[in-house]
T-cell receptor, first 115, second 110 residues
Framework: DTEVTQTPKHLVMGMTNKKSLKCEQHMGHRAMYWYKQKAKKPPELMFV???????INESVPSRFSPECPNSSLLNLHLHALQPEDSALYLCASSPRDGAPSYEQYFGPGTRLTVT | QKEVEQNSGPLSVPEGAIASLNCTYSDRGSQSFFWYRQYSGKSPELIMSIYSNGDKEDGRFTAQLNKASQYVSLLIRDSQPSDSATYLC??????????FGIGTKLQVIP
């Protein structure tokens, strides 16, 4: 099973709402990632979890709060977002934690719209 | 200077031709290089990874790496309309960090 799942597929939320994005993988991967992708732009790294510990936070605003409950699950908690946060949020996982391979497998993404 | 550079295209090729996609990167210490395919509205899909200089072939795809020139390319032989997508070059630029280029949009004309 080489699948990363994400829920929900679409999310519309107001600026005062609190919501969560969920990601799950059952490939035994030890690193998991959150990316943000705007239209016609490449994915931008937000967070990296390695062995369930946050290892990279790319200076993401605190209105985004990641959580890794276990090695298969990754959540992204959202609070007081701005309209410019509207984007495709991608979760990815990779089998190895270290060189030479960082082959990442992406989930289908959550299309987020902030109104 | 951008870390990973690609021509955004579109690159148009006729069906059956070879599509050549190019990418340059700035970090000489990079060790891992990837090509992802992304259809419109979908998530990126890993199609090739390459770690050493030279060519790596997988079916109709060939990745080429030249670390001295800081250049990586993807050749798609016998291009099909279903290959029409954006191709993202990605480079491992630090511990656990992979940087993506802007992507080249490929259009295969039937």
């Amino acid at each position: 099973d080489t699948e990363v799942t994400q829920t929900p597929k679409h999310l519309v939320m107001g600026m005062t709402n609190k919501k969560s994005l969920k990601c799950e993988q059952h490939m035994g991967h030890r690193a998991m990632y959150w990316y943000k992708q705007k239209a016609k732009k490449p994915p931008e790294l937000m967070f990296v979890y390695s062995y369930e510990k946050l290892s990279i936070n790319e200076s993401v605003p605190s209105r985004f709060s990641p959580e890794c409950p276990n090695s298969s699950l990754l959540n992204l908690h959202l609070h007081a977002l701005q309209p410019e946060d509207s984007a495709l949020y991608l979760c990815a996982s990779s089998p190895r934690d270290g060189a030479p391979s960082y082959e990442q497998y992406f989930g289908p993404g959550t299309r987020l719209t902030v109104t | 200077q951008k870390e990973v550079e690609q021509n955004s295209g579109p690159l148009s090729v006729p069906e059956g031709a070879i599509a050549s996609l190019n990418c340059t990167y700035s970090d000489r210490g990079s060790q891992s290089f990837f090509w992802y395919r992304q259809y419109s509205g979908k998530s990126p899909e890993l199609i090739m990874s390459i770690y050493s200089n030279g060519d790596k072939e997988d079916g109709r795809f060939t990745a080429q790496l030249n670390k001295a020139s800081q250049y990586v390319s993807l050749l798609i032989r016998d291009s099909q309309p279903s290959d029409s997508a954006t191709y993202l070059c990605a480079v491992q630029g630090g511990y656990q960090k992979v940087t993506f280029g802007i992507g080249t949009k490929l259009q295969v004309i039937p």
